[in-house]
């Protein structure tokens, strides 16, 4: 088994994504809003996940305020939750974004988190900016 340790400076929000294995950084300050979802031949999301349990217009990052929100389209095949909370209950139900905090952890997974799906994305939300590298670490043996 492996885990990935990250040694990180201040200044800026950063959304950390774990994706089939692999991690990677997006400084969310550069701009205001970001959508998010499954890129296509006519879809150019600007945080393009390539997990087919992705949506092709999955949600959006916006910031208002002064705080970032996140917002996902609630006819999603597959849902988003927050910290193990569904954020959207039933398609019916009103847009409301969702205030981020430091440390929030989002995650598109199945319907059932007591059996998550392989292809599940997280998305770590971080107000501390991410500029250096992930290193891979064996928890099996001592580092």
């Not at 997974?109 to 971080?126: A, K, Q």
């Amino acid at each position: 088994m492996r885990t990935m340790r990250y040694v990180s400076a201040p200044s800026g929000e950063t959304l950390v994504i774990v994706e089939n294995g692999m991690v990677r950084c997006i400084a969310l300050d550069a701009r205001p809003e970001w959508t998010v979802g499954r890129g296509t031949h006519d879809n150019y999301p600007d945080i393009d996940l390539k997990a087919m349990i992705v949506s092709r217009r999955h949600g959006m990052f916006v910031r208002m305020d002064g705080q970032w929100h996140f917002s996902c389209n609630p006819k999603n095949t597959n849902p988003t939750y927050i910290n193990g909370d569904l954020i959207y209950r039933r398609p019916d139900e009103p847009r409301r974004p969702v205030p981020l905090k430091n440390g929030d952890v989002l995650r598109i997974d199945s319907r059932d988190l007591n059996r998550p799906d392989e292809r599940g994305v997280l998305m770590l939300f971080t107000t501390t900016r991410m500029t250096g590298r992930w290193s891979m670490y064996s928890l099996d043996s001592p580092a």
